[in-house]
């Protein structure tokens, strides 16, 4: 028996196809009829008229052809929200990250001998002046640094690290299976809240390939605790031969409590006390690309580069040309925090933050009338990892009454959705994220919503 759903050229034919077939192309609408058909002869829904079947049509191809990564107001008051894209980047960085994807560079170019250059020189020269350090390299994100750190220095040997540095950051991150994966040796050492130089002392082996210090960036210990400082680390680890490495994961190259944030530790503070590698982010408090930078001393910068897993784990042009960008803003430490957004909304004063909310909420009461809107002081987060034990100070539009999820959810429906966070009871729109251009066209927005 033959279906009695219309066939796929009879469904060509009519009007409303032509406007997909203009817009989506043949191949897309054609397989796109087709799916639907299927699904309509599998569910045996065989009186479906034919103007509904193309429209179903239509709707799978506006879902195929949006963009699925948008723009989103980050209201969630965690500033490097890592699952909202950490950093955002200065314009210039952006630009320049753009100008390069868009043409052929001098990536791997050297225009004075017209032979092939090194992608890592655009950055190298940068990274040592800002740390001191001797020498430097790059790869795709601080996960890929201690990755290749420990396959190139450490495989198949013996790395004590202590107890109370075990981390894990965030979902697919724990140091002890990235260890596992470098091909090197965990040996662990010291207890969770204490690790004393003895402990370093009694693990060095033959098979000890370096000693290792984890920056506990995302959590605290605190009450008796005591760890090894890098200076008296380094010197255990000279005094056996052996290289000494430090994973800062968010690594600030200017000194953050020079705008009253608590002082993070600098990747130039370790390299001055001992270290001789020390890897971090390029999209935490850096606030650049996604990226893991390297730097410490030459041969063993040297050894890295010459990694094959360094290949598989380089930077491509339009990160590395945000990256070059954004150390180049830092050489100007006066001016850094008005021109890198990450370490401005860090740094935003919160009476600016509290007129930004008082702006908001009458356009958020016109949206969501029965919410009993108000503004309310909070505390935001700088997010990815980074001091999460201090907490700034900001100011919220909050949403209460039952249902919050769906207030959520209407908000996160808008063009460009936005993302608050709910907790005590409400939903809170923090808005230390929202500077002058988002503000405008947040609100612009919002009236869009209720006309
Ligand atoms: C964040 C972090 C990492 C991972 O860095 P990514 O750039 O996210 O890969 C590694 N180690 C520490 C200590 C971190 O804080």
């Known amino acids: 028996m033959t279906s009695p759903l219309p066939s796929l050229d009879a469904l060509l034919r009519r009007p409303e196809a032509d406007l997909l077939l203009a817009r989506f192309g043949r191949s897309a609408t054609v397989a796109a009829l087709r799916e639907e058909l299927a699904r309509r002869r599998g569910e045996r829904a065989f009186n ?31 500033v490097l929200h890592t699952n909202l894209g950490r950093a955002p980047l200065p314009p210039e ?69 202590s107890r109370g540095e075990l981390i894990e950051i965030g979902g697919s991150f724990r140091m002890p299976d990235i260890m596992a994966r470098a091909g090197a040796r965990l040996v662990e050492i ?37 760890a090894v400082p890098m200076g008296e680390l380094a010197a255990i680890a000279h005094g056996a031969g052996l290289p000494c490495i430090e994973d800062l994961g968010s690594g600030s190259l200017v000194d953050l409590a020079r705008w009253g944030l608590p002082h993070e530790r600098m990747p130039q503070e370790s390299l001055a006390e001992g270290a001789d590698l020390v890897c971090f982010s ?30 598989a784990l380089r930077l491509d042009k339009g990160r590395l040309a945000a990256l070059e960008t954004v150390l180049r803003l830092t050489l100007v430490p006066d001016r850094v925090a008005e021109r890198l957004p990450a370490l401005r909304l860090l740094t935003r004063p919160a009476d600016e933050i509290r007129a930004a909310a008082a702006r908001l909420l009458p356009a958020i009461e016109a949206c969501l009338p029965s919410r009993d809107a108000a503004i309310a002081p909070c505390r935001s987060q700088i997010g990815s990892g980074a001091l999460p034990v201090d907490l700034l100070p900001s100011w919220a539009v909050t ?30 729109l923090d808005c230390r994220c929202l500077e002058a251009a988002d503000e405008a066209s947040l609100l612009d927005q919002l009236s869009a919503a209720i006309a």
């Open 282 to 311: 390029g999209d935490k408090l850096l606030g650049g690309p996604q990226a893991g930078l390297i730097v410490g001393r030459a041969e063993l910068i040297a050894q890295l580069d010459a990694n094959p897993l360094k290949r």
């Open 190 to 226: 010291g207890t969770t809240n204490r690790t004393h130089p003895g402990d370093y002392r009694a693990a060095l082996g033959p098979g000890t390939a370096l000693l290792m210090r984890v920056h506990r960036a995302n959590f605290a210990i605190s009450g008796f605790t005591a």
């Open 48 to 78: 479906a008229p034919p103007a509904a079947i193309v429209d179903a049509a239509a709707d799978t191809l506006a879902r195929l052809f949006a963009p699925s990564q948008r723009p989103v107001f980050n209201l969630t008051g965690t």
């Open 399 to 428: 949403l209460g009454g039952p249902g919050l999820e769906q207030a959520a959810a209407w908000l996160r429906g808008l063009p460009r959705p936005v993302i608050g966070r709910i907790g005590q009871g409400l939903l809170w």
């Open 93 to 161: 960085a952006a630009e320049a990250a753009a100008a390069a994807l868009r043409q052929p560079t001098t990536l791997e170019f050297d225009l004075t001998t017209g032979r092939r250059g090194e992608r890592e020189s655009h950055v190298r020269g940068l990274l040592q002046r800002l740390t001191g350090a001797a020498a430097a390299t790059v790869v795709n994100n601080n996960a890929a640094a201690v990755l290749l750190i420990l396959n190139t220095l450490a495989p198949g040997r013996d790395v004590p690290v």
